[in-house]
């Protein structure tokens, strides 16, 4: 009889693991597009600043077209009003300035307190550090305890219903005739008893067959705590990209309001178009699309980064002793080579933003109409583009991280990272329950243990007004945590795949995760 060899889906590696070298530039054509399209963005951006003026905006207006509080040397028959910063309405109606009220407010407050919130900065992070730490020895039992309190609860559920279950059906059976909905109500209950039962068992039996995997997970958590051990500097790096974040919102919003401001102006030369209110709306959209775009790109800088890093360390025999200046490198490595892979990557997510945006008008839009049979197809649709730009970020994350290792292109390396996935489905599924586990209760003791201390002392204090900032620190230092995660998880994953442990093709991961 013929032998059948059984198939092997595991791809041969011929390059050696980790981020390796010889690199070549990948995606150009996308990052001379990314330019071509900043390149537009600032040519609006200059046509608007010389077109525009917030004061439109900003700044009140009589019925004469006056600025309060300007001189109006540039309009006909202007009038001086720099004593005059109000406008006044003789309608009767109260003028309602408290928004006005609540910005000073929140002012004052911010310059009282601006010096206890950088130092709840600055807690915040040393408390990162200790939790990071703490998780190496928490993470096994915290897991453990939450996967026991679900099916615990399970169970008390499925004797609660089956308590009411019971208590209906011993009422029923002492009536001769039960009304209709009694009876209902007893197999209602029984059917809840019944759902339960199934449920808890059907967790039970995942917990068994999982158990492996969940310890699996629970060990790259534990990973995740000694890479940050290994390269501490590696969560200040965010700051980068974020700053970019700040600049780049600040730029949006500010040129988004020059444009806003230019309808008055009759024609751009530089154009040869006559503008009015429709060009202004064309000119907006394209604004926002080039932020949306640009937002992706720096995230995917920021993943693509911290992914190399963690690679690095990662794939590394001596963990003890690791290159100089890891972080620096890996951003190097991206900056050089991968610029146009995450300029494709960024760019799908920008369209799927920006479908969506274009749904959310439309129904606001149609709001009034009573056209529900469009309503619900926009409601449909934007359902849909949410589900896809969930999964398009998620194919995004793990191909930045294959970018970042193997310095292959975006569709090579989004393919490499969902075969990867694939074969290690069950994996996934225990890593991803146990890492949100954790990172929600790291959002929650971190964001409640510094704002509540923070709030505490300033009570003491007497210092009042004050807003919990630091909890958008915490929220990317999280987020931060939840790359290195996948990137411990996939590298782990190819590791498994490349080796066997033996001394001729030893593993690169820690004698906790080879079991």
């Not at 007497?462 to 790359?483: E, F, H, I, M, Y």
Request: aromatic share 12%; glycine share 6%.
């Amino acid at each position: 009889m013929t032998r059948v060899t059984p198939i092997d889906n595991t791809p041969a590696y011929d390059k050696p693991p980790g981020p390796i070298g010889g690199r070549k530039c990948r995606d150009v054509f996308w990052l001379i597009l990314f330019g071509a399209y900043w390149a537009g963005m600032a040519i609006l951006a200059i046509l608007a600043i010389v077109n525009g003026n917030p004061n439109r905006i900003i700044v009140p207006r009589d019925s004469a077209g006056n600025f309060c509080g300007l001189k109006n040397a540039d309009l006909t028959n202007g009038r001086d009003l720099t004593s005059r910063p109000f406008i006044y309405s003789p309608s009767g109606q109260q003028h309602l300035d408290q928004g006005m009220d609540y910005a000073r407010i929140f002012i004052q407050d911010f310059m009282t307190t601006w010096q206890w919130m950088l130092g709840a900065l600055g807690a915040c992070v040393v408390v990162c550090f200790i939790w990071l730490f703490v998780l190496r020895f928490l993470a096994g039992p915290l897991t453990y305890l939450t996967l026991l309190a679900v099916e615990g609860g399970l169970g008390a559920l499925a004797w609660y219903t089956y308590g009411l279950w019971q208590t209906k059906k011993t009422a029923n059976a002492l009536v001769a005739s039960p009304s209709a909905a009694d009876t209902q109500s007893e197999q209602v209950n029984m059917g809840l008893f019944i759902a339960m039962c199934c449920l808890a068992g059907i967790f039970l039996l995942m917990m068994i067959a999982l158990r492996k995997r969940i310890r699996i997970a629970i060990q790259i958590i534990k990973e995740t705590s000694k890479a940050v051990g290994s390269m501490p500097l590696i969560v200040l790096f965010p700051l980068v990209p974020y700053v970019g974040i700040i600049v780049l919102t600040v730029y949006y919003v500010i040129i988004a309001i020059y444009i806003e401001t230019s309808n008055d102006v009759t024609s751009l030369s530089a154009l040869g178009v006559n503008q009015s209110i429709t060009y202004i709306k064309y000119f907006q959209w394209y604004h926002l699309f080039g932020f949306l775009w640009t937002l992706a790109f720096l995230v995917a800088i920021n993943q693509t980064t911290i992914a190399g890093a963690i690679a690095t360390w990662y794939w590394s025999r001596d963990k003890a002793h690791l290159p100089r200046f890891t972080v620096l490198k890996a951003f190097w490595r991206t900056i050089r080579y991968s610029l146009g892979s995450l300029a494709f990557g960024s760019l799908l997510i920008a369209i799927t933003q920006l479908i969506r945006i274009i749904l959310a008008y439309v129904q606001r839009q149609l709001r009034n109409t009573n056209n529900k049979v469009a309503m619900a197809i926009l409601t449909c649709l934007q359902c849909c583009f949410y589900c896809l730009e969930k999964f398009i970020k998620f194919l995004n994350k793990n191909a930045y991280i294959m970018i970042a290792v193997n310095g292959t292109s975006f569709c090579t390396s989004a393919r490499t990272a969902a075969e990867l996935l694939l074969r290690n489905a069950f994996r996934l599924v225990a890593v991803d329950f146990v890492s949100t586990f954790l990172l929600f209760l790291s959002k929650v003791v971190v964001a409640g243990g510094t704002a509540g201390g923070l709030y505490v002392l300033l009570n003491h204090t007497n210092t009042t007004g004050v807003t919990s900032t630091q909890a958008v620190w915490v929220v990317a230092l999280v987020v931060l945590v939840a790359a290195w995660m996948v990137t411990v998880f996939l590298s782990f994953c190819e590791d498994s795949e490349r080796n066997d442990g033996t001394p001729a093709r030893p593993y690169f991961m820690s004698e906790g995760l080879a079991f």
